[in-house]
């Protein structure tokens, strides 16, 4: 992924969650294809997203019941009823009230009921979309008719279901085929409106920069249809959790409830199900961060039952052979490695023999010792600097916790002058010798922290920040526009990156 921070690039980082509109929460219509029209009238080249995956019940889209859908709540009404599967005026209505969740699902099942009658060509997209996905959208599909019957985690289901026997998974399918249907058309819905976007994004010459997580929800599609592949018992239950121990986010670590990954039964398969996952995140994206990188080297494993991440071990990755296995399946691998927390040299090790870049984050710059790798005079070509990401404050918001003290001290590093926050960090953060920038959309809209998006530890209160209409205008644009040609990061100025690594 060396080619990738040749050049000099800045990016956004901005989940369409937060895009606004009329619905409950930002979506892929009209605003997200505005947001493409303001990054490439800024010059910035890269979007990055958090995992589109289906989310749990508190937002979050790093505990998902699959890796490979996508989240429902993101389809654009609008876009279906310019299709002619709902009526305008129901759309138009329901947009007019603020379209809650319960609404919008309603309204995506009337447009797949709507399916058999639309256009031929529609349909038969439709199930070319069935049969090339059918490997992770059938699996999918019943998990969530069968979920929402049921109301209970797979491995409380009957045991002919949850131990996935052909005649009651047979029985179960012939009872729930209008819930099946919908999944599907959900699914179908999804991809085509997102591969849309990303056709409007490339067009414009911005990359769509992508998240994976490493681990999977123990209460999903993909652990259920998948048993081998993890760590459980007979019964369905994790016998070993996954999490990190203590570190800059949380004082007891982080439990996490999701299971192991049995990394011999993958190896010996030649990691199939990765390279299925890797090849349908492809789809979407031209890159992908890949959560939690440190995990592939050695992950945190905790005994079940604990109430805190703090007792626990460090067990091995698959390491280096399973990239190459992706890379000899896949060809080159657009990934980049979330090498963030505790890092050890093995970590390190394991992202420079696979060439990928890592990230560099400024507020974790500030620690007192000059050798801190987010330091802006350590920093290297092959790395994604940013000022925060999203489990960070904003900018503003961490400024406002530092004391007295720590602020003179990054003000001193910073140099004298009379910027204030969040330009002050934004400024180093774009100066950086790092090959790519990128600055959360919070930071470069100067927001408090009432923006801020996630708290890494919590479950309430966060994934619901939306930023205001109208809030892009052309006078940000160029200001950003100017500093992306200040710092040699526009498209037209993309020079090699001097080598620093």
């Known amino acids: 992924m060396a080619q990738f921070t040749d050049c000099r690039r800045a990016g956004l980082l901005l989940h369409p969650t937060s895009l606004p509109g009329p619905a409950w929460q930002g979506q892929l219509g009209a605003p997200a294809h505005a947001f493409i029209d303001f990054l490439a009238s800024a010059g910035a080249t890269v979007w990055q997203t958090l995992p589109l995956c289906p989310v749990d019940s508190t937002g979050s889209p790093y505990q998902s019941s699959s890796v490979f859908a996508g989240e429902p709540a993101l389809i654009d009404l609008e876009g279906l009823a310019a299709q002619g599967l709902l009526a305008v005026e129901t759309v138009r209505a329901a947009l007019e009230t603020g379209c809650d969740a319960p609404q919008h699902r309603r309204l995506l099942a009337q447009a797949a009921a709507a399916l058999p009658q639309a256009p031929v060509a529609l349909q038969a997209e439709f199930a070319r979309f069935c ?28 045991v002919g279901l949850r131990d996935r026997e052909p005649a009651a998974l047979a029985q179960a399918a012939d009872e729930l085929t209008g819930e099946l249907h919908t999944q599907r058309f959900e699914q179908f819905a999804f991809d085509a409106q997102w591969r849309q976007l990303k056709q409007a ?75 299925r996952r890797l090849a349908r995140q492809r789809q979407w994206f031209d890159l992908i961060r890949i959560d939690h990188f440190r995990g592939f080297a050695a992950a945190w494993a905790v005994a079940p039952g604990q109430s805190t991440a703090r007792e626990g071990r460090w067990e091995p990755g698959p390491g280096a052979a399973m990239f190459h296995t992706l890379a000899e399946r896949l060809g080159p691998l657009p990934l980049v490695a979330e ?130 209409q109208g809030a892009l205008d052309p006078s940000l644009a160029e200001r950003l526009r100017h500093l992306f040609a200040l710092y040699g990061r526009l498209p037209d100025s993309t020079a090699p990156a001097a080598a620093a690594d």
Do not use: K
């Open 201 to 275: 994004a490339n067009a414009r010459d911005v990359l769509l920069f992508g998240d994976m997580p490493m681990f999977v929800a123990h209460d999903s599609a993909d652990v259920w249809a998948n048993r081998e592949l993890f760590h459980l018992d007979g019964e369905g239950h994790m016998t070993r959790v996954a999490g990190v121990p203590p570190d800059y986010f949380s004082a007891d670590g982080q439990l996490w409830n999701m299971p192991h990954y049995n990394w011999p039964a993958m190896a010996s398969d030649g990691y199939a199900w990765w390279t």
């Open 339 to 468: 090498d963030l927390g505790l890092i050890t040299p093995d970590v390190d090790a394991l992202r420079d023999s696979l060439d990928l870049p890592g990230m560099r984050v400024l507020q974790f710059a500030f620690d007192g010792d000059a050798g801190n790798v987010h330091l802006p005079h350590n920093h290297v070509r092959n790395a994604i600097v940013y000022t925060g990401t999203h489990d960070n404050p904003t900018a503003l918001g961490w400024w406002a916790g530092l004391d007295a003290a720590a602020r003179a001290q990054v003000r001193d590093y910073l140099g004298p002058g009379d910027e204030v926050m969040p330009w002050l960090l934004i400024r180093p953060t774009l100066a950086s010798v790092a090959g790519c920038a990128v600055l959360p959309l919070q930071d470069v809209l100067g927001l408090g922290e009432q923006a801020r998006l996630n708290t890494p530890g919590t479950a309430d209160g966060n994934w619901s920040w939306r930023y205001p």
């Open 131 to 158: 049969q090339e996905e059918a490997g992770w959208l059938e699996p999918y599909a019943l998990f969530h008719a069968l979920h929402d019957r049921l109301a209970a985690p797979w491995w409380a289901w009957p």
